[in-house]
């Protein structure tokens, strides 16, 4: 099956002004907001900017070593390989690129801006990377208001399309998916009138506060979320918009993975639903949540962070070091009691959310599983009716 890396190819001499932007190829600049630019693409929009082609040649001769994604660095290689030479990428211009790590606020924010030389502008919000205080800012989005990287993107859009003065789409993968819906949808409506739509892949959503407020009902419609079929991300808190399912030919988180995601011509390859799985886990997760207030999912994600952040690791992978283990378990000892009673209450909930959910699991799972009985059944029939006919025919 076909992926991205075959789309680039199989389009790489259709300019963008005689088959204007589509899905896939949002999907492709927004999967590049993961390159590691550093000073290779301006923070301005002025003159000094960088094309695909140039900063993909780049990557290709020097290699990939910090890319942000974890162990795609061929995929990332391949896919550099077909952009260096593509008539449809290879021009367009990337300019302001934006990168904050800051443990202090716990922010971890990156975008860039992609100019096409017709159309719209392409503004692309990176997901979260390995650190520690990326994954800790997800997760303070099931009780906060406003995370710092949602603020920064916001504002970054904003600046960014009044510079412009042109139509944009926003996009991003995973929590960039995330940056994208919310940079659009509380953007000033001057700002918004020039966002023609939004493209979230598998960005999780908002929470039961933010999801409420009127401004979602403003772009509601111009919000295009897609996620895999066994969704673990983009399925998480609440979504106005309806998802559409792409086939992916991986398994379980990874699935997570764009490279997965199958395409054919100039169009991902959808499935009618997700897999029961998911839906279980969307379930629960949102039952667990509802029972948790917000104040409680502070003290539980605050207090596992300070365990974490004991140790020397910034990156998620330092962690299973031997001294930074030890220095965890050193910190869980030294957990004051109100904090532990409240995790522990927490995992109680998560069990009860899912016992209770299990059942709709199960009844689907069922349904499924005759269906495909029926459906066999049929097909067995039927051969049998055409193995007659064709019987019949021999003995005239």
Not at 13 to 40: K, N, R, T
Not at 188 to 200: G, K, S, T
Not at 280 to 293: C, D, M, N, P, V
């Given at each position: 099956?076909?992926?991205?890396?075959?789309?680039?190819?199989?389009?790489?001499?259709?300019?963008?002004?005689?088959?204007?932007?589509?899905?896939?190829?949002?999907?492709?600049?927004?999967?590049?907001?993961?390159?590691?630019?550093?000073?290779?693409?301006?923070?301005?929009?002025?003159?000094?900017?960088?094309?695909?082609?140039?900063?993909?040649?780049?990557?290709?001769?020097?290699?990939?070593?910090?890319?942000?994604?974890?162990?795609?660095?061929?995929?990332?290689?391949?896919?550099?390989?077909?952009?260096?030479?593509?008539?449809?990428?290879?021009?367009?211009?990337?300019?302001?690129?934006?990168?904050?790590?800051?443990?202090?606020?716990?922010?971890?924010?990156?975008?860039?801006?992609?100019?096409?030389?017709?159309?719209?502008?392409?503004?692309?919000?990176?997901?979260?990377?390995?650190?520690?205080?990326?994954?800790?800012?997800?997760?303070?989005?099931?009780?906060?208001?406003?995370?710092?990287?949602?603020?920064?993107?916001?504002?970054?859009?904003?600046?960014?399309?009044?510079?412009?003065?042109?139509?944009?789409?926003?996009?991003?993968?995973?929590?960039?998916?995330?940056?994208?819906?919310?940079?659009?949808?509380?953007?000033?409506?001057?700002?918004?009138?020039?966002?023609?739509?939004?493209?979230?892949?598998?960005?999780?959503?908002?929470?039961?506060?933010?999801?409420?407020?009127?401004?979602?009902?403003?772009?509601?419609?111009?919000?295009?979320?897609?996620?895999?079929?066994?969704?673990?991300?983009?399925?998480?808190?609440?979504?106005?918009?309806?998802?559409?399912?792409?086939?992916?030919?991986?398994?379980?988180?990874?699935?997570?993975?764009?490279?997965?995601?199958?395409?054919?011509?100039?169009?991902?390859?959808?499935?009618?639903?997700?897999?029961?799985?998911?839906?279980?886990?969307?379930?629960?997760?949102?039952?667990?949540?509802?029972?948790?207030?917000?104040?409680?999912?502070?003290?539980?994600?605050?207090?596992?962070?300070?365990?974490?952040?004991?140790?020397?690791?910034?990156?998620?992978?330092?962690?299973?070091?031997?001294?930074?283990?030890?220095?965890?378990?050193?910190?869980?000892?030294?957990?004051?009691?109100?904090?532990?009673?409240?995790?522990?209450?927490?995992?109680?909930?998560?069990?009860?959310?899912?016992?209770?959910?299990?059942?709709?699991?199960?009844?689907?799972?069922?349904?499924?599983?005759?269906?495909?009985?029926?459906?066999?059944?049929?097909?067995?029939?039927?051969?049998?009716?055409?193995?007659?006919?064709?019987?019949k025919e021999n003995n005239v």
């Open positions: 099956m076909a992926n991205m890396i075959d789309y680039v190819r199989w389009r790489g001499d259709i300019p963008f002004h005689q088959v204007p932007l589509g899905e896939v190829d949002a999907l492709v600049l927004s999967y590049l907001s993961y390159m590691p630019f550093g000073s290779l693409v301006s923070a301005d929009y002025g003159e000094k900017t960088a094309t695909i082609a140039q900063v993909a040649a780049y990557f290709y001769e020097n290699g990939l070593s910090s890319s942000c994604m974890i162990d795609s660095e061929e995929s990332d290689c391949l896919l550099m390989d077909a952009l260096r030479t593509s008539v449809r990428f290879g021009s367009v211009q990337i300019a302001g690129f934006a990168d904050r790590y800051d443990e202090k606020t716990q922010e971890q924010f990156s975008a860039v801006t992609f100019m096409p030389e017709t159309g719209p502008a392409f503004i692309a919000f990176r997901g979260t990377d390995s650190t520690v205080v990326g994954w800790k800012e997800d997760f303070n989005m099931s009780f906060s208001r406003e995370v710092p990287a949602q603020r920064t993107a916001l504002a970054y859009a904003a600046q960014a399309i009044r510079v412009l003065d042109r139509p944009v789409i926003l996009g991003g993968h995973s929590k960039g998916g995330n940056l994208a819906a919310y940079a659009g949808v509380f953007a000033p409506e001057d700002v918004q009138a020039d966002i023609q739509c939004i493209y979230n892949f598998d960005g999780p959503g908002f929470n039961e506060q933010v999801f409420a407020l009127p401004e979602f009902k403003r772009l509601n419609m111009r919000i295009h979320t897609f996620v895999p079929q066994s969704s673990m991300i983009g399925i998480l808190l609440w979504h106005a918009e309806p998802f559409t399912v792409v086939r992916s030919d991986a398994g379980g988180l990874l699935q997570h993975n764009p490279y997965s995601w199958q395409v054919m011509g100039g169009r991902m390859l959808t499935l009618p639903e997700r897999t029961n799985e998911s839906r279980f886990a969307e379930e629960t997760i949102k039952h667990w949540l509802s029972e948790l207030q917000p104040e409680a999912r502070s003290t539980i994600i605050d207090g596992i962070y300070s365990v974490l952040s004991a140790s020397d690791g910034r990156n998620i992978s330092d962690l299973f070091e031997a001294k930074n283990v030890r220095a965890i378990l050193r910190a869980v000892g030294t957990m004051d009691e109100e904090t532990k009673d409240v995790i522990v209450d927490a995992f109680r909930r998560l069990g009860s959310s899912l016992k209770e959910t299990i059942p709709d699991w199960l009844d689907r799972t069922t349904d499924q599983l005759f269906t495909m009985i029926a459906q066999k059944a049929t097909d067995k029939e039927m051969k049998r009716e055409l193995k007659k006919e064709n019987k």
